[in-house]
């Protein structure tokens, strides 16, 4: 009698992820912290925010034409400030009618149409794997059943993209929006004479060169030529000491923008002390939140105005 057939440790594993991951999109009842819809776009009625990822300088790849043989035949690399927002709509509309409605929202926006169309039409799987999407389960696609929507618009002498993905898993609709608005990168390096200078004439710096995932409170590796910048201020004054304090826009809750802010000005101390051997007692932190901005919080260019750290004197 032949053994029985058990699976693999791999296979046990991926169910495993994806019961999950399936377990917590299900559970997910109200959009994730920290998030909003797109101005002038919006969402299809009922859905939720399941994932929102916002870069004041990235890159998005987005197709303006359907694959040939496979193959992309207009890719465009696209950089800028770069919006990512995945959407989940409960069992009921379809792929088509949830695809419509924001190509509709686009066409009133201002968007003209580069590529429109469904998976045989775009390109089948190869296609999928060829624009960015938030991981699973923020985002879930399927590569045998999909709509896919691009387009343009021109305004005051910017370029605008955006691009909508249209799947579905498990009956329940997936749709991710992402906008691409060009624009060359800001300059926000702050040298360790800027920082000194605005120290001794204003009592502050603020300093944009400090990086951080949306909602988290982890320096990212672009953080490190800024805190260089601080720590060479730092190091060439023996005796400065100073507060680093944390702000955020208003997006989101009072108490919990506090707390992240702090909990930011905390992890750029504890990198200046790690990585630099800058001594702790030279170091406070605090956190403000919104209650300092420098910008308008109605805007996109002022929130990120707003999203800084700031060297303090004493």
């Known amino acids: 009698m032949p053994a029985p057939q058990t699976i693999s440790g791999s296979l046990a594993l ?29 969402r299809f009625a009922g859905s939720v925010i399941t994932g929102y990822v916002v870069k004041d300088f990235d890159a998005a790849r987005m197709q303006a034409a359907p694959f040939e043989d496979g ?52 390109g089948a799987i190869p296609f999928t794997e060829s624009v960015d999407t938030l991981p699973v389960p923020q985002m879930w696609i399927d590569g045998f059943d999909y709509r896919y929507f691009a387009g343009r618009k021109s305004e005051g002498g910017r370029e605008t993209f955006a691009s909508v993905l249209v799947s579905q898993n498990n009956q329940e609709i997936y749709a991710q929006v992402t906008v691409a608005e060009l624009g060359a990168i800001a300059n926000k390096m702050v040298d360790a004479a ?60 009072y108490e919990y923008n506090l707390d992240l802010s702090k909990r930011r000005a905390d992890a750029v101390a504890a990198e200046l002390v790690k990585s630099f051997r800058i001594a702790q007692a030279r170091l406070r932190t605090a956190g403000i939140g919104l209650l300092a901005p420098v910008g308008s919080n109605a805007t996109d260019a002022g929130r990120a105005l707003n999203r800084r750290v700031e060297l303090v004197a004493p």
């Not at 690399?77 to 770069?82: F, K, Q, S, T, V």
């Not at 260089?228 to 826009?249: F, M, N």
């Open 14 to 42: 991926a169910a495993l992820v994806c019961l999950l991951s399936c377990t917590a999109a299900a559970a997910q009842t109200r959009d994730v912290a920290g998030s909003r819809d797109y101005p002038g776009i919006g």
């Open 71 to 122: 193959q992309p035949t207009d890719a465009r690399r696209l950089e800028g400030r770069i919006v990512r927002i995945a959407y989940r709509t409960n069992p009921g509309p379809s792929i088509l009618e949830v695809s419509r409605n924001f190509e509709t929202q686009l066409a009133k926006a201002g968007f003209e149409t580069l590529l429109a169309c469904d998976t045989e039409a775009c």
């Open 194 to 253: 800027a920082m000194a200078k605005g120290l001794g004439e204003t009592g502050h710096i603020a300093l944009y060169g400090i990086y951080f995932d949306t909602d988290k409170a982890v320096l990212k590796p672009e953080s490190r030529p800024t805190l260089e910048q601080i720590a060479k201020l730092l190091t060439s004054q023996p005796q400065l000491s100073v507060y680093i304090v944390g702000h955020t826009d208003s997006q989101g809750a």
